[in-house]
Nanobody, 120 residues
Framework: QVQLVESGGDLVQPGGSLRLSCAAS????????MGWYRQVPGKQRDLVAD????????NYADSVKGRFTISRHNAKNTVYLQMNSLKPEDTAVYFC?????????????WGQGTQVTVSS
């Protein structure tokens, strides 16, 4: 059974920092591209950042470039999102995502989400 368990969401003041973690089980973690998405009520879920299986490439939404950093520790089956200089518009539920392609099948898994609230 595949599980992605996020943690680290919290209430933080503007300008503050948080680190989200996502612990994976039930998959060969090192084979999966891992990502963080976020969603606010009434809107679609958007990509925040993702990282390749071999840690060779990362991708960020323009709105978080220079403030957020995605990383992974394959031996711990964990992906992280370091969030600095947080803004109120970063408030959302953050979801961990795992993706892997074994042609012709694409495997996608989601965590349950963790709430990040940026407010004074």
């Amino acid at each position: 059974q595949v599980q992605l368990v996020e943690s680290g969401g919290d209430l933080v003041q503007p300008g503050g920092s948080l680190r989200l973690s996502c612990a994976a089980s039930g998959i060969i973690f090192s084979s999966y591209r891992m990502g963080w998405y976020r969603q606010v009520p009434g809107k679609q879920r958007d990509l925040v950042a993702d990282i390749s299986s071999g840690v060779t490439s990362t991708n960020y939404a323009d709105s978080v470039k220079g403030r957020f950093t995605i990383s992974r520790h394959n031996a711990k089956n964990t992906v992280y999102l370091q969030m600095n200089s947080l803004k109120p518009e970063d408030t959302a539920v953050y979801f961990c995502h795992a993706a892997h392609m074994v042609f012709p099948t694409r495997y996608n898994y989601w965590g349950q989400g963790t709430q990040v609230t940026v407010s004074s």
